[in-house]
């Protein structure tokens, strides 16, 4: 079974620039995460998808993240304007999220390590 | 709310020995799991072992087991016979059934020498 897929893998901008990353979840999940982790912390949640529509994007920086998934498969994750202090790496996970045991395990993908200059 | 907190920044241990990584929680949910991911250096989260909170027999997995001590909010990963493949952050997380948001940990890096 193929993992969660992401890229690019690295990226390097300038503050200012716009950036954009992709993710393809496990086929089938319905649920799909996006979290940024900052060096030397653990991920924290930016937004989470059920199938195309927005379950929490409360700690999502809406003036400059947006994020869709619009056929309820793969999401894009967007920075406009990127600041100095989103540089991190952007891990996208997805999990079944359906009923019974097991379906709430997050599976994470490579992620994207994201430099701003 | 849910808080993880390891309170070990960094371990040690002896290829073939055995480590103890620890991990305490908080959460007002009920119905909650619990986590433990391994991040090695090309940064994959990897998922090492999972707890239902409603199971008082700890899970296993292979070479890692846990300590779940559900009065006292503490998880703690066991790893034998440490391998250097073992090397690597890990990550104690929690999920909380109605909220279904996973909350992190700062991780633990552990350092296995030949």
């Known amino acids: 079974e193929a993992g969660v897929a992401q890229s690019p893998r690295y990226k390097i901008i300038e503050k200012r620039q716009s950036v954009a990353f992709w993710c393809n979840p496990i086929s089938g999940h319905a649920t799909l995460y996006w979290y940024q982790q900052i060096l030397g912390q653990g991920p924290k949640l930016l937004i989470q998808?059920?199938?195309?529509?927005?379950?929490?994007d409360s700690q999502l920086p809406k003036d400059r993240f947006s994020a869709e998934r619009l056929k309820g498969v793969d999401s894009t994750l967007k920075i406009q304007p990127a600041k100095l202090e989103d540089s991190a790496v952007y891990l996208c996970?997805?999990?079944?999220?359906?009923?019974?045991?097991?379906?709430?395990?997050?599976?994470f993908g490579p992620g994207t390590r994201l430099l701003v200059l | 709310a849910q808080t993880v907190t390891q309170s070990q920044p960094e371990m040690s241990v002896q290829e073939a020995e055995t480590v103890t990584l620890s991990c305490t929680y908080d959460?007002?949910?009920?119905?909650?799991?619990l986590f433990w991911y391994k991040q090695p250096p090309s940064r994959q989260m990897i998922l090492v072992i999972r707890q239902e909170a409603y199971k008082q027999q700890n899970a296993t997995e292979n070479r890692f087991s846990v300590n779940f001590q559900k009065a006292a909010k503490s998880f703690s990963l066991k790893i034998s016979d440490s391998q250097l493949g073992d090397a690597a952050m890990y990550f104690c997380a929690s999920l909380g059934g109605a909220t279904n948001k996973l909350i992190f940990g700062t991780g633990t890096l552990l350092a296995v020498q030949p």
């Open positions: 959460t007002s949910e009920s119905d909650y799991y």
């Open positions: 998808f059920q199938n195309n529509g927005v379950v929490d």
């Open positions: 996970a997805s999990s079944l999220a359906g009923q019974g045991l097991g379906t709430e395990t997050q599976y």
